[in-house]
């Protein structure tokens, strides 16, 4: 198992950030992402997931290849 890839994650900004929680914009920074449209692939941990839970009305979330 010392060997196996870890996971990731395709998260993509798909929504403005203007006028959300400055919590949830924090969180969109936090992944990688300033503008629409912008894509970043992250490690799909609990810690990352629970990013995405938190704003994701903003985001499209796909598995990286």
Excluded at 8 to 14: G, Y
Excluded at 49 to 56: D, E, P, T, Y
């Amino acid at each position: 198992m010392a060997n196996a890839k870890p996971k990731s994650i395709k998260v993509t900004l798909i929504k403005s950030v203007f006028g959300q929680l400055k919590s949830h914009r924090a969180t969109v920074r936090g992944l990688g992402l300033r503008k629409i449209r912008d894509t970043a692939i992250v490690a799909d941990t609990p810690e990352t997931r629970g990013m995405i839970r938190a704003s994701g009305h903003m985001l499209k979330v796909e598995e990286a290849v």
